[in-house]
């Protein structure tokens, strides 16, 4: 790399920035100041980067540069010249457009291949809900079955209980008529 190119790892001449954004306040007629009002930046800090060897963040300076209308980008002698495009002639033109055609036809079968690799992805995803509804619906039965089945032996109990209660000496619980008539005197 010689000394004309800028790295862009490394880091500005801050020197040589100080001394344009000087040059530039003079031109402008601008104060410290007035500087500090134009941006985010105090007076102090301002002051400090123009005449010490501080370096202010980065906002900070690109604030300032802002202001003055200083390019942050490295002034043109640095910069790289751009190589030209290459210039295609006529005689190029049918191979683009074969070249162009046959890009177009391996994109339109991938679309296609793509498009039909989605419609088996969307069955396959129908088909796992449909599987899983199925499954719901099904242990949804069972627990219905069960639950009638406790009501119905719910029910038995209760009128069994009933028929007993009712029944006097004939059911398992045997009441004595003087437990349930009057109380005993004595």
Partial sequence: ??????????????????????????????SSQKLAD????SKGTIDNFLNTSTVPAFDR???????????????PEEAEDP???????????PDMK???????????????VTLENLKEAHAAEIEAREQ?????????????????ALLVILVVICLWFAWD???GDRGL??????????????
């Fill in 61 to 75: 300076v690109f604030s300032i540069c802002s202001a003055l209308g200083i390019p942050l980008d490295p002034p």
């Fill in 98 to 112: 074969a070249a162009h055609r046959r890009e177009m036809e391996v994109m339109e079968r991938n679309a296609s």
């Fill in 1 to 30: 790399m010689d000394k004309t190119e800028q790295d862009p790892m490394q880091p500005y001449d801050m020197d040589a920035l100080r001394e344009h954004v000087r040059a530039e306040m003079a031109r402008q007629n601008i």
């Fill in 38 to 41: 134009l941006t985010i930046n």
């Fill in 132 to 148: 899983h509804l199925r499954a719901e619906v099904k242990q949804m039965r069972v627990w219905r079955v069960v639950a009638l």
């Fill in 83 to 93: 190589q030209p495009e290459p210039s295609y002639g006529s005689e190029y033109v």
């Fill in 173 to 186: 619980i045997r009441y004595g008529h003087a437990a349930i008539g009057s109380p005993v005197r004595g």
């Fill in 165 to 167: 209660v009712t029944g």
